[in-house]
């Protein structure tokens, strides 16, 4: 099974701010319907640790994945979310070996 999965790891004071600045970004993306994009996506509230959230993105590759992080959108949006964190945020880069649905 084919595949790679990001995580970003993050704490924040402003969830609703990330939350709409994520869905703009979801829907310029799907508006403009070119080059690399995740396959699926969803963003986690840790229960234990108020303020800290996972943000989950599947690719369909390690290539994909890297191609849409070099893409100049992905960057400006990268900046402002980690303008609405509270300290940097940490990246996982997993290959998908399996999937339950």
């Known amino acids: 099974m084919a595949g ?6 993050y704490r924040t004071s402003k969830p609703d701010e990330v939350a709409a600045l994520l869905e703009d970004f979801r829907a310029k993306r799907e508006a ?13 509230a840790d229960r234990d640790e108020p303020g800290r959230y996972f943000a989950i993105v599947e690719f ?3 290539e994909a994945a890297m191609e849409n992080s070099q893409r100049a959108d992905t960057t400006e949006m ?7 964190c509270d300290g940097p945020g940490a990246f996982y880069n997993l290959d998908k070996i399996a999937s339950m649905e």
């Open 4 to 9: 790679f999965v990001q995580i970003i790891e």
């Open 32 to 44: 403009e319907g070119d080059g690399p994009a995740p396959t699926r996506g969803i963003t986690c």
């Open 60 to 62: 369909e590759s390690y």
């Open 78 to 84: 990268s900046e402002k979310m980690m303008a609405l």
